[in-house]
Structures are given as C-alpha cells and as structure tokens.
C-alpha cells in the first residue's frame, strides 16, 4: 500500500484546511486509516482514525474540529480540520491498517504503511 499525503499549507488561526491521503495498490476501504502529526521536538500524536466499517475516533482536543472521512470510490481519506488554531501546527501524516483489534487504534504500532508527511503551520 502506498499513501500520498497532500493539502497542508499556511493557514491563520481560525481557518480550515482539509488534508487527503491517496491510496495506490490496495483498496482503501478494506483498511484502517489513521491520521497522525508531529511537531518539532514532540512525539507523533494521534488525531484520528476510521475503521472498515466506518467507525471513528478522534484525539479529544479535536473532537468538533476535525473531520475524518473516506471516498472509497476515489480511494482516498480525508481531514477536514476547521477551527485551526496554533497548536494545530505540525507535520500531518496518514497511515493504514488491516488489524482486526482495535485497541491500540491510537497507536502509531498499530498501522503498517504510512504516508509522507504534509505540513500543516497556523498562524496566530
């Protein structure tokens, strides 16, 4: 599987940005895809996943901001993220898993392929 991270940019506090990860060699729907970021010096952090069967998860500071979605058709996933703030700010990443088991969905271990990495910077 391979995935192609692409929509971050430049963006002022407030503003929305929506983030794809396209997906080549496999069908998308049949995995777990995860949205994860990293800022300088921090540890990559979960934002949020949707699994086969549609069921999502978000990091809490999130939750009401971002949007996690699919287009199975396009073989592409989503990240509406709306409300940026500053904190926001970091390299995006988007990431794939055909585990059954969910219970480390938050877990960076939890996903086999990943994506490139699209910067996303909120300015105040």
């Known amino acids: 599987v391979q995935l192609q991270a692409s929509g971050g940019g430049l963006v002022q506090a407030g503003g929305s940005l929506r983030l794809s990860c396209a997906a080549s060699g496999a069908t998308l729907s049949r995995y777990t895809i995860g949205w994860f970021r990293q800022a300088p010096g921090k540890e990559r952090e979960f934002v949020a996943s949707i699994r086969s069967g549609d069921r999502i998860y978000y990091l809490d500071s999130v939750k009401g901001r971002f949007a996690i979605s699919r287009d199975n058709a396009k073989n592409t996933a989503y990240l509406q993220m709306n409300s940026l703030k500053p904190e926001d700010t970091a390299t995006y990443y988007c990431?794939?898993?055909?585990?059954?088991?969910?219970?480390?969905?938050?877990?960076?271990?939890?996903?086999?392929?990943w994506g490139q990495g699209t910067q996303v910077t909120v300015s105040s």
């Open positions: 990431a794939a898993s055909s585990r059954i088991i969910s219970s480390t969905i938050r877990m960076a271990d939890y996903y086999d392929y």
